[in-house]
């Protein structure tokens, strides 16, 4: 699954791509163990799964919390139980709108199991972000898709027909949507604007005025950090990471096209026949309070869900949200993604 992972200032890699398969954390010998399936950079030092499982498991003296990581995120859950295999996880923190419709198509039994009328605090989620209308999705945090672009080389794009503009010729540089979040989400909000049927027409042009489509977040943020092109698809909450004396904040600015961003909300599930459903059920409670909002906002650089969270800080002053925020449901993406994905890969990504 490719996640945001920062780079840090004046580091020239990735930090924190290197793979974290397996489990992280250590049973207990006594009490019951949570198993949290999530993407790689939501755990390790500093991030939000390692605060989230230390401070859980402060409140919850009889609960150890392990992570199990996975290089293809929730479709190996989808492998596992087409195949009749074991799941080993009681829940899975970082689900998307598109991810759901994925597991709910290629399914006959949902994945996951019902339980967001059960969690406390799921009634302060903001309305915006729900996206399972089955309720086994509760939403944890949300991402803005935007442009972070140099000032010093481009002007603001102020619309998607801006970038088709010579001044812009190469200089834009975005994700594969067959496996990238921010990729997917850009491709979306394109098809949002040109709707379905003009979509590929405006991705030719792109391609025609020289978009470079790279494999990931990582490999295209890096690349725009090596100045290969002045613009990059990315996230509203750039300058929360970037900013200080040590930083030229021209290289990070944030550009809302047609003066919106896409939102990309992020979720968390329950397994069906979960081994510890009600300490899993505490743990997304926990996810939910007010603290945990704060510290899951700052540590995954993503806008809180719950209504009145205000991280502060640096958070709150350098996360941008955008004027207008667009998105699409589950229902209208039910019967389309997929194909809407495999019609840009092949017309686009193979030419």
Known sequence: MNRRTFLRHGVGSVAGLAALSGCIGTPSDSGQTLTVAAYSSFTGDGTAGNWLKSAFESETPEATVTFQTTENGVNEFIQRRSQGAPIDADLFVGLNTGELVR???????????ASGDRIDGSETVKSALD??????????????????YDAEEVDEPATFDTLLKPQYENELLTQNA?????????LLWTINQKGPDGYLDYWNQLADNGI????????????????????????????VYYHGDDVDISRHQVGFLNDQGYANPEGMAQFVNADNPELAREFMSFMLSERAQAEIATRNVQFPAVEGVDPGGDFGEFALEPPEAVTYSYDELVGNVGGWIDDWARQIVSN
């Open 103 to 113: 597991a709910d198509q290629q399914l006959d039994d949902s994945l996951f199991a």
């Open 131 to 148: 996206f399972d209308p089955a309720g086994r999705v509760v939403p944890y945090d949300t991402g803005y898709i935007s442009l972070v």
């Open 178 to 186: 067959e496996g990238s979040d921010p990729g997917r989400a850009f």
């Open 212 to 239: 470079q489509i790279l494999s990931d977040w990582g490999t295209a943020y890096e690349a725009y950090q090596d100045e290969e092109a002045s613009m990059v698809v990315s996230y509203s909450t750039d300058q």
